[in-house]
């Protein structure tokens, strides 16, 4: 079952900051965030484990909360280069591959 | 640098034909996987493997399948295309973990997108 994300979609002016939502129904290991450019390849963010950890990753970070199965992408002071779409990825335990949301689209304009 | 290369970026079939869409990724990684993407419905995994001639059935299989001959070749094979097979078709690979996950950074080709007419 995909997980959730919120919202589908926003529109930010450069500087001003987002975040970006991902839930699952199920009990999870990790969650996995990656961003595609239009026309582009997904691109690897970084990776939170069950822990309760948050990531950062420049003016990008992230949180995991293992026992609400949710997680969320912070984009601080948001730069133009940041706009595309953001997926996240949720590993159940098990070895089991991740199954992707349906993504975010994030537009900076300036 | 990791790189993932899939054979064509476009691709126009007729309905029935049998498509081949080949993956090659050149850091000697041990899993694979094929998905497609749709407007809306974002990234739904097809089919994965973790070793040469090992295959699993992703979310959604059906009408497709796979080889892996080679542990840097991956394929996903369209027995007899249909047009809701019209998508962008994403290969991914990735290294297996000290832990043994298949789920560590994914490094993704630039996508081939089939249409059938």
């Known amino acids: 079952q995909q997980p959730v994300q919120s919202p589908q979609a926003v529109i930010l002016r450069e500087g001003e900051d987002a975040v970006i939502n991902c839930s699952s129904s199920?009990?999870?290991?990790?969650v996995h965030w990656y961003r595609q450019k239009h026309g582009e390849a997904p691109v690897f963010l970084m990776i939170l484990l069950k822990g309760g950890e948050q990531k950062g990753h420049d003016k990008i970070s992230a949180s995991f909360n293992e026992k609400k199965q949710q997680s969320s992408l912070y984009l601080t002071a948001s730069q133009l280069s940041y706009s595309g779409t953001y997926f996240c990825?949720?590993?159940?335990?098990?070895?089991?591959?991740?199954?992707f949301g349906k993504g975010t689209r994030l537009s900076v304009i300036a | 640098d990791v790189k993932v290369t899939q054979s064509s970026r476009y691709l126009v079939k007729r309905t029935g034909e049998k498509v081949f869409l080949e993956c090659v990724q050149d850091m000697d990684h041990e899993n694979m996987f094929w998905y497609r993407q749709d407007p809306g419905l974002g990234l739904r995994l097809i089919y994965f493997?973790?070793?040469?001639?090992?295959?699993e059935k992703g979310d959604i299989p059906e009408g497709y399948s796979v080889s892996r001959e080679k542990k840097e070749r991956f394929s996903l094979i369209l027995e007899s295309a249909s047009t809701n097979q019209t998508s962008m078709y994403l290969c991914?690979?990735?290294?297996?973990?000290?832990?043994?996950?298949?789920?560590?950074?994914?490094?993704f080709g630039q996508g081939t997108r089939l249409t059938v007419v």
């Open positions: 990825g949720t590993e159940e335990p098990g070895n089991t591959p991740l199954v």
């Open positions: 991914a690979s990735s290294i297996m973990s000290l832990q043994g996950t298949m789920n560590t950074e994914a490094f």
């Open positions: 199920k009990a999870l290991y990790s």
């Open positions: 493997s973790y070793d040469v001639k090992m295959k």
